[in-house]
């Protein structure tokens, strides 16, 4: 059963242009909404994350959107730029318990120079 | 302040064979979690040790074992190796509280034949 489900697969936007990855999730105990950053050769990196008590979190050009009653997330990336170019993954704990943090399967964008 | 670090980077087993891999944590952390990511895929929870002890397990079977020393450093051991153990096994250290970011590692990938 997965748990966190994102979309899409793969994505590709043109340099400048507003990159969206979408996550959805099941189990409403969930209080933790990461996003991370992966490049090649190296491990996930937190770029930014959410919390359910509030529905918009923006860090420079990274904005996180989050749907309590849809129980839906999603990352926007605005004014893409090639060095964005990786693979992202939604995911999402009960911080507190063991803290495990439960991922989606990734997006991996590519932004045209 | 040094980073978390894992070894080897890679490795190449057979099948049935055993593999320790090895994890030192960021300074000033005293938690370690260890996931499985395979290719294309979001990492997976192997589990989770706080301060030596386990503190929580994801949906592995017992032949994934780990430890961790007084240094906070860890092991995660794979006995009776599976072609499907073949995967990045990446390790994260945080530094123990609820709400604690968990810093990655670059993650050693292991080649099972």
């Known amino acids: 059963q997965q748990q966190v489900k994102q979309s899409p697969q793969s994505l590709i936007v043109q340099k400048g242009g507003i990159s969206i990855i979408n996550c959805a999730y099941e189990?409403?105990?969930?209080?933790?909404f990461p996003w991370y950053q992966q490049f090649p050769g190296k491990g996930p990196a937190l770029l930014i994350a959410?919390?359910?008590?509030?529905s918009e979190k923006k860090e420079g050009r990274f904005t996180i959107s989050f749907n309590k009653s849809a129980k839906q997330f999603s990352l926007h990336i605005m004014d893409s730029q090639p060095g964005d170019s990786a693979t992202y993954f939604c995911a999402a704990s009960v911080q507190g318990r063991d803290d495990k943090i439960i991922f989606g399967k990734g997006t991996r964008l590519h932004i045209l120079p | 302040e040094t980073g978390v670090t894992q070894s080897p980077t890679h490795l190449i087993k057979t099948r049935g064979q055993q593999v320790t891999l090895r994890c030192s944590s960021q300074s000033g952390h005293n938690t370690v979690s260890w996931y499985q990511q395979a290719l294309g895929q979001g990492p997976q929870f192997i589990f989770q040790?706080?301060?030596?002890?386990?503190?929580g397990r994801g949906n592995f079977p017992p032949r994934f074992s780990g430890l961790q020393f007084p240094n906070y450093s860890s092991e995660l051991n794979v006995n009776a190796l599976e072609l499907d153990d073949s995967a990045l096994y990446l390790c994260?250290?945080?530094?123990?509280?609820?709400?604690?970011?968990?810093?990655f590692g670059p993650g050693t990938r292991l080649t099972v034949l």
């Open positions: 040790y706080y301060r030596e002890e386990e503190n």
């Open positions: 994260a250290s945080s530094e123990g509280g609820a709400m604690d970011e968990q810093f």
């Open positions: 189990n409403t105990a969930f209080d933790y």
């Open positions: 959410i919390r359910p008590d509030v």
